[in-house]
Structure formats: C-alpha cells, structure tokens
C-alpha cells in the first residue's frame, strides 16, 4: 500500500452509487453560515493535493462538523472513509466589533459523519490563511472582515458616547 495522499482528488476510486443523487461528480462549492460564505471546493482539493500531511480532527470537532451540515444519511455509506477533509479558516466580524478567527470544514462532511459513526479517527487538511482566502468565492475575507468589524466597533462607540 502507497501512502500516497496524491489521490484525494481522483473520484473514480470513491465507492460511487449510480441511484444517489450526491455521488455525482461536478464541480464543488460549499455555502455555510446561512450562505455567508462560499468557498471553491474544487480549487481547495487541487491545492492540498501537494503533499501535505493531514491531521486528526478532535471528535468533537468531526461532531459539530457534522451536526451543522445537513447529511443524507444514505450517501454516507458510499463515501470512502480514509479520505481526509480540508479545512479552511475564516474571519467573522461580530455586530458589537469583535473579529472572530475560526476554521469550518469545507469538504468531507458526509465522509466526518461516516467516520463518527463507524468510530474511526478523521483527518483533514488545513489550508493556510492565504489559502483560504483564496478559495473564498463568497463572502468577508480577513481585511474586509477587520474593516467591518472596526466600522462596528466605532459606531458602538459612538452610541455610547452619545447615550451619555
Ligand atoms: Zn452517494
């Protein structure tokens, strides 16, 4: 057995069902935060197609992944286990001014939730700041989320100083 990762991209080794509707292939995006955010899947997949090692995700983590995406729990047994997921960092200014700084899985839901299920550790790749913002189709990116974020934070001054 190669411990190739190179593969990841490749969906003809993926256990596909002719019958399911998210089996097929094309091409990827993912939505979250209600569509604030839109990231490039695909493009995401081709830049950690460069050898780099995934990490294990924490259990909990693989679990809020999966209990805030909707799952269709047939598909979950077509997806192939050992697959690791990619990650992205994002950026959310909060209404009262603070900047948030997280990541969110962007790719692999489905395989997360085969994982939990069948106890297995899942592993993922994590793309870089850079990366990430790259991969952005839709929504704030780090500088546009700081300006946000500090135009927020001016007007909650100024309401309060205006209060008094
Ligand atoms: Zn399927």
């Given amino acids: 057995m190669s411990k190739s990762t190179k593969k990841v991209g490749d969906k003809k080794k993926r256990r596909k069902n002719p019958d399911c509707p998210h089996c097929r292939t094309g091409s990827e995006t993912f939505r979250y935060s209600k569509s604030v955010f839109k990231f490039d899947v695909d493009l995401a997949r081709e ?15 693989v679990k809020h992944s999966v209990d805030t995406t909707r799952i269709y729990s047939d598909h979950v047994q077509h997806v192939d286990p050992q697959y690791p997921g990619i990650v992205a960092q994002i950026w959310y200014p909060e209404p009262n001014g603070t900047l948030l700084h997280g990541d969110t899985l962007i790719d692999g839901h489905h395989r997360a939730a085969r994982c939990l ?3 297995l550790p899942y592993r993922v790749y994590v793309l870089t700041e850079e990366e990430s913002q790259r991969i952005l189709i839709k929504g704030p990116d780090k500088a546009e989320a700081q300006q946000i974020a500090d135009a927020a934070r001016e007007h909650h001054q100024e309401e309060l100083t205006a209060a008094h």
Avoid at 47 to 61: F, K, M, T
Wanted: charged share 40%; hydrophobic share 20%.
């Fill in 47 to 61: 830049i950690v197609g460069d050898g780099r090692e995934p990490i294990e995700l924490h259990p909990d983590d």
């Fill in 117 to 119: 299920q069948d106890s």
